[in-house]
Structures are given as structure tokens and as C-alpha cells.
């Protein structure tokens, strides 16, 4: 008879795909909102370390890691995860996260997405991607194909966990029994945090929205540089030329921000070392570049 009742509680205590997929998405949202904020604030990392190397860095994934460790230790579950009211307990013993627990997931929930992001923009941009990043590329689609198939199965209630990290951490999400005992300080603080869920949600939603402009066709003309170019060795370039190589145009490329034109590899390499137009010398991403094909 005990049996069954504890049967059925932990039945009604297993939480739906889509709520998982939630805080998941709310987790997601942290790195992207902070970095949108730093960069606005143009707070980074930005210090020499020997030689002609320097450290230039987000703060975000730091933050993001404390952030995460602060609930996974007070809640026993990550940002996302106790908004939905959701805690990661042990598989088989039923017991809340131990401190190494603490301390994996909250890596684990930062620095995976973070080194993925920077990969593939690394790949987007076309820049030179060595074997071992295209190897961790491989391992991260791996990764994602065998979450696919974890989530179906935990779907079908075939599976305990929705994940392999959770499964290779011996982990699953549970609502708790009880509800966490904070302190007042603790609580309050938290709950301020909560509030940020629909700030970072705020975030998302305008930085899509400004995507979606820059690539719509509400693109306003760039206005016309009056000024004297910046960081060319020849300012009297000819018509059709390339301002960075002097040379005819190949693979004509396009800025949004400034108007000027160049060779697809000549502002690929600019970029690499600036983010500014050689010419005008505003603040450009390779975002900001339009191929033009001829007709």
C-alpha cells in the first residue's frame, strides 16, 4: 500500500516536457541579455598578459555562473528551472544536489552554450576554425541529436531524464515536496532575480525586433560620410577600388552603416582586428555586411 502511494507521488511529482523546455528557454535567455547589456555599457575584460597577447573577455559568462550557483545551492535548481518551481534531486536516492552537483551544473549550464555560441560564430564569419573546434562542433551537434532522442523517450515516459548530462549526473527534475526555507535577505533577493525573468524576456524580444529591421526593408540609406577616411595609407582611391587593397573590387561586399563597398576578404580581415569601417571608421559587425551580386 506504501508502495503504491509512493509510486504515485513521484508520478505527479514528474514535471511535462514543456515545462522543461521553459526553463530551459528562460536559462537560455541569461547569457544573451547580459551580453546585450555589457556591451551597451562597453564593460568587458580588457587587460594585457605577457608579451603581445592580451585578455579581451565578456563578463557575462562569469555572472551567469554566479547566478546559476547561487540557486542551484539555494534551491537545489538553476534560474530557469526554480521560476517554474522545478528542483534537480538525486535519480536514485531522491536527495537534493550535493556541492559538486552545485558546482557541475552551474558549469556545466554556462560554459556549454557559451564556447557553442563562440564556435559557430567563429564558423559564421567564415574564420579559421582549427581540427579540435571542428571536432567539438561535431560533438555538440552529437550532443543535441542525442537530447532529441533523451526528450522523445522521456515524452513516452520511457526514460527518467530528458537529457544525457542529467542521466550522466545521475540527475532529474522533480517538484519539491516542500518549498525552499530562505531567509528573509535570501528570499527577497531571489525574488528580485525572478523579476529580471521578464526583463531578460524584454531583452530577447527587442533585440529580435531589431534583427528582424536591420534585415527587413525598413533599411534606411546610410548618410554620407563628409570626413576624411580613417586608417588608409592612400586616401585618393580610385572609383571602383577597393579603399583597404587599392586594388578592383573582387566579391563585392557592402556596408549597411557606412555605404562603402570592398572586397569580400579584404573587410573579412579588417574585422578580425577592428570592428569599425576602414573609411568612416563607425562601429560595424560582420552582420552589418551585404553581398552584391551583379545582374
Known sequence: MSESANLRQ?????????????AETLDSLIYPALSKIFDYLNLRLDFKLFGPYRLQEELSPFLTWALQFLYLRNRGSSFGESF???????????????????????????????????????????????????????????YHASKAIHTFLYLIKYAGSHSPIFRALRLTLRYPIEPPKDDKTTYVFLKLLEVFAFFLQFIQWWYSNDQRRK???????????????????????????????LMKIDTPTACSISGYVYCWRCII????????????????????????YET
Not at 10 to 20: D, G, K, R, T, Y
Not at 105 to 122: G, V
Not at 281 to 292: A, C, E, H, K, S
Open 84 to 142: 517554474y518551481g522545478l528542483q534537480r534531486t538525486d535519480s536514485n536516492t531522491g536527495e537534493i544536489l550535493s556541492r559538486g552537483h552545485q558546482f557541475t551544473s552551474a558549469s556545466i549550464l554556462t560554459f556549454m552554450p557559451y564556447f557553442e555560441r563562440k564556435l559557430k560564430t567563429r564558423s559564421a564569419n567564415h574564420t579559421e576554425v582549427s581540427i579540435w573546434e571542428r571536432h567539438l562542433l561535431n560533438m555538440f551537434h552529437a
Open 10 to 22: 513521484n508520478l505527479q511529482n514528474v514535471p511535462s516536457i514543456f515545462e522543461i523546455t521553459a
Open 269 to 292: 580581415s579588417h574585422l578580425k582586428e577592428h570592428s569599425t569601417c576602414p573609411v568612416t571608421g563607425y562601429q560595424i559587425t560582420v552582420d552589418d555586411l551585404v553581398r552584391i
Open 215 to 245: 534585415i527587413g526593408g525598413t533599411l534606411k540609406n546610410p548618410i554620407p560620410y563628409k570626413g576624411d577616411p580613417v586608417n588608409l595609407k592612400d586616401n585618393d582611391t580610385r572609383k571602383g577600388n577597393c579603399p583597404v587593397c
